[in-house]
Structure formats: structure tokens, C-alpha cells
């Protein structure tokens, strides 16, 4: 008899109240891994967040030095166990375990902690401002109330509930984080789980400062993220999913962070088209297919000048797709999705270069896939085309003239990314002119000369973008301090006597170091 996996509530590893199970399934076979883990119900959810709840008052009154002390040593500890990590990771997503989880995105868990420490510790974050004339004072603090932290399925490290940036940003903000892992990998999380219930009691955080359930049904999801103590919700995932939390969330005045789709469109003007064509459909290719294209960056679409170079274009993106071999998605589900968009594609006209179909054997795959449309075409209907199709498919669209590609532009939703291909003379300039202020206002990030698929983890990153990108144009997934802020509240302090401020705000710098906005003058000096 396979036992089931328990939760971790309240410091405690326990056995689940729930009375279903599920299995996790190695998608380069579809076979069932075995250890089951538990469908937790509403009871027992409920549970986690009133200790959460607790953990989040208990975490005020200890300031920032456990949280940062707590993020380092579970860095150390991620690192001793890696080899456990990567095996564990590789059999539940089939993704490689070298290069890409050992040596990319393990490490760059491990960088997101450690950077995450180093901000809780400086201080400079909460962005502490003092008005002597005026008598006020103020700055960013925790929310008061547990994180929901809902990880997606293509990450299982730099994207964990436990362990991911948007953990590691919550913490180093000062917050309990209540997890749950994401039913592809959640052996993979429960071994990080572990590790985090020995950093917590080595760092003296509150017990229930990190808690984990693996997974709930839909309807508690909605009435977890509404609860009036959790403090904040960040989710990454589809956007259905993520609009039907953001809905319920907003209801109950509480704030949700979803990263939910994008197309990330690549558009290659005149003159680097004959430059470089066939060197940008090879960075094309490479990008839409890295990690099956199962990356939130993935570019789904490429708008190219119609015309001679633009069909040579369309060619050695195209023969690249159709030499290439079937990739092994994450799930099902994944796949099924990829069905769908291709029919959705073909049904509103677009037309199929390569690549879609299955595979017969084990498994989950699928042949990437590309398909072609008219500028005007695309016009007619621009929400039928930039749905993301998390996968290996991707559209190229072949505009009439540059003045059309703006239009195009102008067309399209929120973004994460946005990339501009140009001549390496100058010879674009104008048309860039025209292009940009259109594109800058409907991404994210834009880049220039580069496909959008990697995501450094740096202070200046922007992994957000407008809606329906994300939930909210002002705030970032990735890059520290700046995620931080999303786990924060501003708290304002007026004629408070000086004993009873936050140190923080106190005349002295707490740190000699910490930048701090006094009178108007951003400075490490004390008042």
C-alpha cells in the first residue's frame, strides 16, 4: 500500500485530513510515479492560514535579521541536497538534468535566495522616507498576514512555492509564506519543504513561517485567496486560472499578483531582414523551441516586412521546425492546450507550415509547429492570434509595410516582452522611431537585437507587463528588490515620538549603510 505524502501545517509534517490522493505522471512515459500526495480540504486549508496568521505577527516583532539569516542558511541547504533535488525534479518534468536544472536553474534558485537575503538585510528596500518639517515619516512593511504563493508547472526550482523568487521575495519582505506546490512536481517541493523546516528552526522564525499543501480543489483555491487574514497571493500560470483568482481575490479587497500569458512578439524591420535574415529565423527557432517552449518568454510571434526577404525569412523558419525532432512537454495538459490553439489557429485562418502533430510511443509530445498569416489578416482578428500557446507553436506574420507592423503594434494586448530586430547602421532608426512608442506601452521588457526567452535575475529586470500579461503594469516576478515590494504595505508614521518608531525610520541609520529619502535627499547619513 502506497502511503500518502503528509502536509506540512504549522511546523508539523502531518498526515492530510483529505480523502483523495493524487500521483504525479513522468511525462517522457505518462506513467504514474509512485507516492501519492494528498487533495487537502477546506478544514484543513483554513488551518494553515490561521497559523499563518499567527507566524505573521510573531514575524513583526523580530525584525529582518531571522528572514535574511533563515534565506541564507536554506540556500546552503538547497545546495547540499542538490543531487536529490535534480533526480527528483528531472523524473517529475522530464526536463534535462544537466544542463538545465543542475547547472541553469538550480543555481539560479540559489542566486534569487541569496540576493533576496542580502536585500532583507541592507534594508534600503523599504524605501524609508522622513519629512522633519513635516513630521512624518514612512515606509514598506509586511502585509500582516500569510503569502499565498501558487507555483507554475515549467520551473520547478526558480519558480517553486518553496523556494522560488516570489517565495523568497515574500520572506525577505517579512511574511509567512502558506505554499502549495504544483501537482506536476510535488516531490520535487517536498523536499524543498523539508529543507525549509530546518532553516526556519535554525534561523529562529516562528514555526509556521513556512507551510506547504500540495493540492486543493479549484473552488478552495478561490476561497483561499478571498480569506480576510491572508496578506497577498502570487500566482503564476494560465490565464484562466489566474483571472479566476484575480476575480475572487479583488472581491475580498485582496491583492493578487498573476503572471497569466504572453505572445511576446519579435519584430524584425526592413533592414535587419536583409542584413541578417536567416541568422534572426535561427535565434527565432532556438527560442521558440528552448525548454519545449515551455517558457512564459517564449516568442509566439514574429512580424516581418512581406516581400522577397520577408518569404526567405518565412523559409528558414520554417525548414528549421520542420527538421526539428518532437519535444516531451510537461504534462497532459500541456498538450492538450497545443491541440487546441492549433485548431483555433487553423479555424481563424492562419496557415500551417509545420510541425503539430504526435508522436506515437509514451509520453507527451509534440512537433513544433508554425504557422503563417497576413498582416491584414491578423487585423481582422487580433485576439484570435496572440493567445499564448504555452508549447512549441509559434506564428509569423508577414506585414504589408512598416507603417502596417505599427498598427499591428498598436493591436496588440498586454505583454511581458517585446523585441525590435534593426540594421546594425542606423538604417532602421526611423522606422524604430515609429515602432517603439507604440510597442513600449504594451510590454514589459523590451528588448532590441535579442530574443526575449532568458530572464536575468538582476536588480534592473522587469518580468511584468500590462494586463493581461499580468494583474498590475507596476510591479516585477523577478529582480530584488523590486519583487519585495509586491509582498508590502506603505506605512505612514505621523508625529510619532521616536521611541516608537520602527528603527527604520529612527533618526540614527540602523545600518550606516541603508539608504534612506530625509528631507528630500536620498542618503546613508542619520537625521
Known amino acids: 500500500m502506497v502511503k500518502v505524502h503528509p502536509v506540512l501545517v504549522d511546523g508539523s509534517w502531518r498526515p492530510s485530513r483529505g480523502e483523495t490522493a493524487f500521483r504525479a505522471v513522468d511525462p517522457a ?81 540559489l542566486d534569487q535566495l541569496r540576493q533576496a537575503a542580502a536585500a532583507c538585510r541592507e534594508r534600503s528596500w523599504c524605501r524609508a522616507t522622513i519629512d522633519t518639517k513635516a513630521g512624518l515619516r514612512s515606509m514598506y512593511g509586511p502585509l500582516g498576514g500569510p503569502v499565498v504563493v501558487l507555483g507554475p508547472n515549467n520551473f520547478p526550482f526558480a519558480y517553486n512555492a518553496v523556494g522560488g523568487g516570489d517565495f523568497a521575495a515574500a520572506l525577505a519582505a517579512g511574511n509567512p509564506v502558506l505554499a502549495k506546490s504544483h501537482p506536476g512536481h510535488p516531490g520535487t517541493t517536498a523536499i524543498l519543504a523539508g529543507a525549509a523546516r530546518e532553516a526556519v528552526a535554525a534561523a529562529g522564525l516562528p514555526r509556521a513561517a513556512v507551510q506547504l499543501l500540495f493540492h486543493f480543489a479549484s473552488g478552495d483555491g478561490l476561497r483561499l485567496v478571498a480569506h480576510p487574514a491572508v496578506g497577498a497571493t502570487a500566482f503564476t500560470g494560465s490565464r484562466p486560472a489566474g483571472l479566476a483568482l484575480k476575480e475572487a481575490a479583488d472581491r475580498a479587497g485582496k491583492p493578487v499578483y498573476a503572471e497569466m500569458s504572453s505572445a511576446n512578439p519579435v519584430f524584425v524591420l526592413p533592414g535587419a531582414l536583409e542584413e541578417r535574415g536567416e541568422a534572426i529565423a535561427a535565434e527565432l527557432f532556438r527560442s521558440c523551441t528552448t525548454a519545449a517552449g515551455q517558457m512564459c518568454t517564449k516568442p509566439g510571434l514574429a512580424i516581418v516586412p512581406a516581400g522577397g526577404a520577408g518569404r526567405a525569412f518565412v523559409a528558414a523558419v520554417k525548414a528549421a521546425f520542420e527538421r526539428s525532432e518532437p519535444a516531451v512537454l510537461l504534462s497532459s495538459s500541456v498538450l492538450d492546450g497545443l491541440r487546441r490553439a492549433a485548431d483555433r489557429l487553423a479555424a481563424a485562418g492562419a496557415e500551417r507550415l509545420a510541425g503539430g502533430g504526435e508522436p506515437e510511443g509514451p509520453g507527451f509530445r509534440f512537433a513544433p509547429a508554425l504557422f503563417l498569416m497576413t498582416g491584414a489578416r491578423f487585423l481582422e482578428d487580433p485576439a484570435a492570434f496572440q493567445v499564448e500557446s504555452f508549447g512549441t507553436l509559434s506564428v509569423v506574420v508577414l506585414a504589408a509595410d512598416t507603417d502596417e507592423m505599427a498598427v499591428i503594434a498598436a493591436r496588440l494586448e498586454g505583454q511581458l516582452t517585446g523585441s525590435v530586430y534593426s540594421h546594425a547602421d542606423g ?75 520602527p528603527v527604520e ?22 537625521v
Open 427 to 501: 538604417r532602421d532608426d526611423r522606422d524604430y522611431a515609429a515602432l517603439e512608442p507604440v510597442l513600449r506601452v504594451k510590454v514589459g521588457r523590451l528588448l532590441n537585437d535579442r530574443m526575449p526567452t532568458g530572464v536575468a535575475v538582476s536588480p534592473a529586470m522587469n518580468h511584468g507587463g500590462p494586463f493581461p500579461a499580468t494583474g498590475h503594469p507596476g510591479f516585477t516576478a523577478v529582480g530584488l528588490p523590486a519583487a519585495m515590494l509586491r509582498f508590502a504595505a506603505l506605512r505612514c508614521y505621523d508625529h510619532v515620538r521616536e521611541h516608537r518608531l
Open 505 to 526: 525610520l529612527r533618526d540614527g541609520n540602523p545600518t550606516g549603510a541603508m539608504g534612506r529619502l530625509i528631507d528630500g535627499e536620498w542618503t546613508t547619513r542619520s
Open 29 to 109: 512515459t505518462g506513467a504514474f510515479l509512485p507516492e501519492e500526495y494528498p487533495v487537502s480540504p477546506w478544514t484543513e486549508i483554513a488551518g494553515a492560514v490561521e497559523a499563518g496568521a499567527r507566524a505573521a505577527g510573531e514575524m513583526a516583532a523580530l525584525g529582518p535579521g531571522p528572514a535574511a539569516r533563515f534565506l541564507d542558511i536554506l540556500a546552503g541547504l538547497i545546495e547540499r541536497r542538490k543531487d536529490e533535488l535534480v533526480a527528483a525534479a528531472h523524473a517529475e518534468t522530464a526536463l534535462p538534468a544537466e544542463p538545465r536544472l543542475g547547472s541553469v536553474e538550480l543555481p539560479r534558485m
